[in-house]
């Protein structure tokens, strides 16, 4: 007798399931659909200045900064970030040469010095306090600031020197005018008085022409 064999199924169907999911699945939104989109705004390219285009950074540290209430007697912190010293490419020019900065009495990361401030309006004279993440930075700091204030005083004296030169020089320069103007106005005056006796002596000379007769 046969044997009839168990029904089994097809895995024809898989394929048209799945291809029905992929039908039914919504695209993703991510989805480059390679459209381009035109910007509702045109932003223009700014330039943008820091103010230090025409100076050279010579120390940059990080540091905070404070400032001494003298009202309430205690530091109060003035920002955080970096401190630089800046030097000029045309004038060399970096800070006053009078500045002084002292290391903080009980503290080797900070050290201090006095300023004038125009923070609130106003100039006032203030203390400044400026602390370190290191002993090392802090050196450094107070190294180069003496070293640049030195060389700057002698910038400065360089320049006074170069300018009473220049002043000395035109001072000379206008004497001798002033010498070469009187050495040709004196013989523009002998002539003159040369000329008006010349002219004195011909006429006493007519007036001792006898008178003619009649």
Avoid at 27 to 39: I, L, M, R, S
Wanted: net charge negative; hydrophobic share 30%; with cysteine.
């Amino acid at each position: 007798m046969a044997s009839t064999a168990a029904p089994t199924t097809s895995s024809a169907t898989e394929p048209e399931h799945t291809n029905r999911e992929e039908e039914e699945a919504p695209h993703n939104e991510d989805e480059d659909t390679g459209a381009q989109v035109a910007p509702i705004v045109k932003l223009e390219e700014v330039a943008v200045t820091t103010g230090e285009e025409e100076e050279d950074a010579i120390l940059d540290l990080k540091s905070k900064l404070y400032r001494f209430d003298k009202d309430g007697n205690q530091w109060k912190e003035r920002g955080a970030g970096s401190v630089k010293l800046l030097k000029h490419k045309e004038s060399g020019k970096v800070l006053l040469p009078t500045m002084s900065v002292q290391e903080h009495s009980g503290n080797d990361k900070s050290c201090v010095w006095h300023a004038t401030d125009f923070a609130e309006g106003e100039l006032k004279d203030e203390l400044f306090c400026i602390r370190f993440g290191s002993i090392e930075n802090c050196k450094k700091f107070m190294e180069k600031v003496q070293e640049v204030a030195e060389s700057q005083k002698s910038l400065e004296e360089n320049e006074d020197a170069t300018a009473a030169a220049g002043h000395l020089e035109k001072l000379s320069v206008e004497e001798k005018k002033t010498e070469e103007k009187v050495r040709e106005e004196v013989p523009a005056a002998a002539d003159k008085e040369e000329k008006e006796s010349k002219t004195e002596d011909a006429e006493k000379k007519d007036q001792e022409k006898p008178a003619p007769s009649t």
